[in-house]
């Protein structure tokens, strides 16, 4: 809130420069918040897809969840009025990337009732298809 009183006092002065510095670090306060909300629902969505390739298995609670979370994901991706999206392929991978190592932490707690130490459980799924799966998924809409 005080920065857009600073914006106001600064476009008032007629500063349009330092008014513009105001609107980039807005800018990149919102994204940020963008990324972080895409983050958390990358780490339901990955924790998940671990789930049904440790496990072997599906439930309907996971399919749902993964659902839920590609919608989300899409959902605060897409740009509403300007059209097109905040991150890229490759960003959204990357933060697929950044989110995993959350997801299989918390997968060692439900995998098979806590089976599993990381160690052990990283040696049961594939990561670069678990991710890539998940970015798939993303991308493809499916789900929306």
């Not at 670090?25 to 440790?54: F, G």
């Not at 599993?116 to 990283?122: H, M, N």
Request: aromatic content about 6%; glycine content about 4%.
């Amino acid at each position: 809130m005080e920065e857009l009183l600073t914006l106001k006092d600064l476009l008032v002065k007629g500063d349009v420069q330092e008014a513009l510095l105001i609107v980039e670090e807005l800018t990149e306060m919102s994204r940020n918040d963008i990324i972080k909300t895409i983050r958390n629902y990358a780490v339901i969505l990955l924790l998940h897809l671990i789930k049904q390739q440790a496990e072997n298995r599906t439930t309907r609670s996971w399919e749902v969840s993964i659902r839920n979370s590609v919608r989300e994901i899409y959902r605060e991706n897409k740009r509403r009025k300007a059209g097109g999206y905040y991150l890229t392929g490759e960003e959204l991978w990357e933060t697929l990337t950044e989110a995993y190592l959350n997801a299989i932490d918390k997968a060692t707690l439900e995998v098979e009732e806590g089976r599993y130490e990381l160690k052990e459980l990283e040696k049961l799924v594939n990561r670069e298809e678990i991710i890539n799966c998940a970015l798939t998924l993303i991308l493809s809409g499916e789900s929306s």
